[in-house]
């Protein structure tokens, strides 16, 4: 499960981060904001609502992992943060582990995925891209 999202984390995390570079200012206060609202409305639709874990195994489960896991890292990488926003719910519903856990093993996908974003935009910085 780890190395599913960790898999897609990276990939992801290193696409974000090569978008937030080349985006205007503008741009990406737009699609932060878009992002920030996304979440809201998720946050909110869920308070209100029990959302099914879907049950998945094998294959469709490692997919889904290795997609949200690139969804995880772009959002990361453009926000800024380190993705367990989006890493605990993922590992709960997609999952079906305990919060608890959820917390515990979402650190192993977060610093990698933090030191990839980091990575990409320290090359932009020092090539002078940005």
Do not use: K
Request: charged share 10%; hydrophobic share 60%.
């Amino acid at each position: 499960m780890v190395l599913d999202l960790l898999a897609g984390s990276l990939v992801g995390a290193w696409l974000g981060a090569t978008w937030a570079t080349r985006l205007r200012s503008a741009t990406l206060y737009r699609v932060l904001a878009v992002l920030l609202l996304v979440i809201a409305a998720v946050l909110l639709a869920t308070h209100f609502a029990t959302i099914p874990s879907p049950n998945l195994a094998g294959p469709a489960q490692i997919v889904v992992g290795v997609l949200a896991g690139v969804g995880i890292g772009v959002v990361a990488a453009l926000m800024g943060v380190a993705g367990g926003e989006l890493l605990i719910p993922t590992i709960v519903l997609l999952y079906g582990l305990d919060i608890r856990i959820a917390g515990s093993l979402s650190l192993a996908v977060s610093l990698p995925t933090m030191l990839v974003a980091f990575a990409r935009y320290s090359r932009t910085h020092r090539v002078g891209l940005a």
